[in-house]
């Protein structure tokens, strides 16, 4: 206790000082892309054209382009910004066919890294607004914009989302509780534990943000699946308390017991989504790397509250578990065993309605197509969200730099027809060529085709192909800029979606393999996960008209498979406690199912609640993520572990834990559980009969003859 204790203050502090260093990443450029070469190529031969471009949008109610105060008022952001620090050249865009009158445009280059640029952007926008407000006395206005900008108002919204989500979800979240659990008193020591496990990990993840770039999105994620983790093991592990304790075993030894027991398989859920997570660290995408660690750092703080503290918790305060009672807890129970008996007798009809189901909820995902949103809700009522609406409108929505080097000492390179060709697309608003003078020529083209568009990707390679038809055979080109990295970005995405999906399925076998000792469970169970996250994801794509986020698919195979594979874990890590004591394969599954259907429903049931909070964030990625998991976790907690896997067992039998003989040696003896003795004095409690099975005290065994 005072381990944790130490580690809450801790965080509170780290949490002070750190969440206030939380950034953004950037635009999420994978490495080594076209679109990042061109940036590193541009930045070191044409330095002054920086990293990045960011645009300063000029408007005017009563003002025109060319006015003496308008031009006043461009002048002087142009000298503010170029003394600014880490500002380089400055370049002012022509007026364009469609343009606003009242509208006027300059290109200021930032250079350095990401966090260099986002630090020196506050200082850039003080400089430009008090030189624009002075120079035209109030009648001109000025918003800056681009990547960087965006990136930055994007980690202001979501903060203000984290406040959001944490004020719907924990009062539902309590509801919830306070009526499957029975009291308040319940409620409220499972709701600390994840409460707990929360501010922990989001210390470690500000601490993180202190020594490197965090993605705020990570800290959202780390902290929606720390409460609901934090929330799921601690229910599993008070519910098998609360068994133990109607049993007749005295408080200290329930709390063993559920240690021993339902700790363990806590254990082994937390490893299931620590490995699949794991597999996000093999994408070259920083967002999503940041998020792998933000989430893994929350799953093992959560699992670590809840089976060290909440063990020494619970006979401390035994007696307040009862406080504040709505209605008499495990009341459930004999109408869950009906249930597994019925469903036993009748697994196949179960069976194939339970298939077709889940097969019609993922046939939408055929229609399925991936892109991108910059998140325009978000940005409502903000200056980067004007100005970026202004570009749009005025068919400034994006700037790509065609970068085109050359041999040093040669001329520039020829690019008249390629200029030319790009003039006479009516996507294309402007073009410009510049040089270095040694061996870099910088092509700029500013388009109609806002960066997110899928119409953006199509203009890029157009404008590849025509670089190709148009200049010296041979001549390199790389594209830089907004849409170049966002179609790097969905490139990049789906050809690690065959990688990330071979590791999290290898790991995920791996795992079951070595936690149930049997071939055909780990093959189960990756079955069912993937039917229920294709179930899931057909459902997003139907609530999101087909147009999902590139990064959401990466994150379904991850994220949501992990968390399929904790219930996986927890249900039939106690029907193989029954089955290996002795129990029939039926009468195991019945066992199993009646006693964890509760616990397992209720812990869908509010881990749902909290990944349905996502829902009200600004960011489209969240909310797609929100829905996936709330929905994927309902489907998977009722459909498949109640329905699929129970009737899948029942029809497999004694196959259910076959595992070849070479295999079978690999592992030390079978640790078998013996029925715990009844204390002395104590007095069994109502399920005691039926209970009986229930076993605490591990030994070395070969596995019993099936």
């Avoid at 041979?474 to 990330?500: E, F, P, W, Y």
């Avoid at 996250?533 to 139907?542: R, V």
């Avoid at 996936?628 to 029942?650: E, F, K, N």
């Avoid at 259910?656 to 559980?673: K, T």
Wanted: net charge neutral; proline share 5%; charged share 15%.
């Amino acid at each position: 206790m005072v381990v944790w204790g130490l580690a809450a203050v801790a965080a509170v502090f780290v949490v002070a000082i750190g969440l206030g260093d939380l950034r953004s990443t950037g635009l999420p450029v994978p490495k080594g892309g076209d679109s990042q070469r061109a940036g590193r190529l541009i930045a070191d031969r044409m330095p002054q054209l920086g990293e990045e471009q960011a645009v300063l949008a000029f408007s005017s109610q009563r003002l025109r382009g060319g006015d003496a105060a308008y031009d006043r008022a461009m002048v002087a952001a142009a000298q503010a910004a170029a003394r600014v620090r880490g500002a380089g050249q400055v370049l002012a865009l022509p007026q364009v066919p469609g343009q606003d009158p009242h509208h006027a445009y300059l290109l200021v280059a930032l250079k350095g890294d990401t966090a260099a640029r986002l630090g020196g952007l506050p200082v850039l926008r003080e400089a430009v607004h008090q030189a624009v407000a002075t120079a035209s006395e109030g009648r001109v206005t000025v918003a800056v914009t681009g990547q960087t900008p965006l990136a930055e108002e994007l980690v202001t919204s979501d903060l203000r989302d984290v406040r959001v989500v944490e004020a719907v979800t924990v009062p539902v979240a309590l509801m919830l509780l306070v009526y499957g659990l029975g009291s308040v008193g319940a409620a409220l020591l499972v709701l600390f534990t994840a409460g707990l496990g929360v501010l922990v990990s989001a210390g470690m993840v500000a601490g993180l943000g202190l020594m490197m770039p965090v993605d705020t999105p990570a800290l959202v994620v780390a902290m929606t699946m720390g409460f609901g983790l934090g929330l799921d093991y601690a229910l599993l592990i008070l519910i098998r308390y609360r068994q133990a304790r109607a049993e007749g075993l005295g408080p200290q030894t329930a709390a063993e017991q559920a240690t021993a027991t339902a700790g363990r398989a806590v254990l082994w859920c937390a490893g299931a989504v620590v490995v699949t997570g794991a597999a996000l660290l093999t994408v070259p995408v920083e967002l999503l790397r940041t998020v792998a660690v933000a989430a893994g750092l929350a799953t093992v703080v959560a699992a670590g509250v809840a089976t060290t503290l909440l063990p020494l918790l619970l006979p401390r305060l035994d007696r307040l578990l009862s406080a504040g009672r709505v209605r008499r807890p495990g009341d459930a129970r004999e109408i869950w065993e009906r249930w597994a008996r019925h469903l036993m007798r009748r697994p196949w009809p179960y069976l194939g309605s339970a298939a077709v189901l889940l097969v019609l909820a993922a046939l939408p995902m055929a229609g399925m197509r991936l892109g991108v949103d910059v998140d325009r809700a978000s940005l409502t009522g903000s200056e980067v969200g004007a100005g970026l609406a202004q570009t749009e409108r005025d068919g400034l929505a994006n700037v790509t730099l065609l970068a085109l080097p050359h041999a040093a000492g040669q001329d520039p390179v020829d690019t008249t027809d390629l200029i030319t060709a790009l003039a006479d697309d009516p996507r294309i608003t402007t073009a410009v060529a510049l040089d270095n003078g040694r061996d870099l020529t910088v092509v700029a083209v500013a388009d109609r085709i806002p960066v997110d568009s899928p119409a953006a990707g199509q203009l890029l390679d157009d404008e590849r192909r025509l670089g190709q038809s148009t200049l010296t055979q041979g001549q390199k080109i790389l594209a830089g800029g907004g849409s170049a990295a966002l179609t790097d970005l969905q490139r990049a995405m789906r050809s690690a979606l065959t990688q990330v999906a071979i590791l999290v399925l290898a790991g995920a076998f791996l795992l079951m393999l070595v936690v149930f000792r049997s071939l055909v469970l780990p093959v189960k169970a990756i079955a069912m996960n993937l039917l229920a996250t294709g179930a899931a994801c057909g459902l997003l794509s139907w609530f999101t008209g087909h147009t999902v986020n590139v990064l959401v698919p990466l994150m379904a195979l991850t994220l949501v498979f992990g968390l399929s594979l904790d219930y996986e874990v927890f249900l039939v890590h106690r029907i193989t406690e029954h089955y290996r004591a002795g129990a029939s394969c039926q009468e195991a599954v019945v066992r199993g199912l009646s006693s964890t259907a509760q616990p397992i429903t209720l812990a869908a049931t509010t881990m749902s609640v909290v990944f349905a909070g996502l829902l009200v964030t600004g960011r489209q990625e969240l909310r797609q993520v929100g829905f996936l998991v709330a929905v994927a976790v309902l489907l998977d907690a009722t459909v498949i572990r109640l329905l699929v896997v129970p009737a899948l067992m029942r029809l497999l039998g004694h196959r259910n834990w076959w595992l070849p003989s070479p295999l079978a040696r690999l592992w030390p003896p079978l640790p078998v559980l013996h029925t715990t003795p009844q204390v002395p004095g104590q007095v069994p409690g109502p399920n005691k009969a039926a209970d009986s099975y229930t076993t605490t005290a591990w030994s070395h065994s070969e596995e019993r003859p099936s």
